[in-house]
């Protein structure tokens, strides 16, 4: 019953929300910049879907995030619920590197572009390029961007193999590279057949890793090592990750 009434949910604030989605993109082809009141309505249905899926989240290290400019967050991805956590549990609403076939889904694919998200085809070279390429113009503009180095979902605790070519946005732009652990996500929906169960969340953003600093052995085997760093902080959390912060919490 949750998960017939979480999607009857989904989509009708949705569509009770489209006049908004129609008037901020007019406004963006008209060239005015409305992410502050786009990010909010975004940051509001986000947050309501994780509450009515019984989703709660704990998030530490938010602090490793700079302040002064942008980064490169690299996560694993482990469900579908990871979308609505990382635009959430973020300093802020951030633009996402996704896969192409999300940007088929109605509604959902408008709002991501108007926050400036975008879609990347894994079977086509010349596009992956091109999206890389516009991500790094992203970032010279001063947004940070997300990004899911294994392309899919690991749908399990263990992530899948980092592609290496997802660091490259960091490497030409010399931006900060953001690890976070995500940690229980899958356990919303991939665990259950996609049927949607209360699930607690474990988020860990990891200290900075500056590009300049890295020999070219390290860079050559990045991927790599993001994701053991974050496997390890998975799978061996300190002590006081188990409390809650009260503003980390959907109730």
């Not at 949750?2 to 999607?7: E, G, H, S, V, Y």
Request: one cysteine or more; proline letters at 6%.
């Amino acid at each position: 019953m949750r998960t017939i009434i979480w999607f009857i949910y989904f989509w009708l604030y949705l569509i009770m929300i489209y006049p908004k989605q129609r008037y901020f993109e007019k406004r963006k082809k008209a060239g005015f910049n409305d992410l502050e009141g786009i990010n909010q309505v975004v940051q509001d249905w986000a947050a309501r879907l994780l509450r009515m899926a019984g989703v709660t989240c704990t998030v530490k290290g938010l602090e490793n995030i700079p302040k002064d400019q942008p980064v490169l967050f690299t996560s694993n991805h482990q469900g579908y619920f990871d979308i609505p956590l990382m635009i959430t549990r973020l300093d802020k609403t951030n633009p996402l590197v996704a896969k192409n076939s999300i940007e088929k889904i109605p509604f959902i694919s408008n709002w991501m572009k108007l926050f400036d998200c975008l879609f990347l085809d894994r079977e086509n070279a010349r596009q992956s390029v091109r999206v890389f390429g516009e991500a790094e113009n992203l970032i010279r503009q001063g947004r940070s961007v997300i990004i899911f180095p294994e392309g899919t979902r690991s749908r399990k605790d263990e992530a899948g193999e980092f592609k290496e070519g997802a660091f490259k946005i960091a490497l030409k732009t010399g931006v900060p590279i953001v690890p976070v652990a995500i940690d229980g996500s899958y356990r919303a929906m991939e665990a259950n057949g996609m049927w949607i169960h209360p699930a607690d969340v474990r988020i860990t953003v990891l200290p900075p890793i500056d590009p300049a600093s890295l020999s070219r052995e390290e860079i050559k085997h990045l991927g790599v090592s993001v994701r053991s760093q974050i496997m390890e902080c998975n799978q061996n959390p300190n002590p006081d990750e188990g409390r809650q912060d009260e503003k980390a919490v959907y109730q």
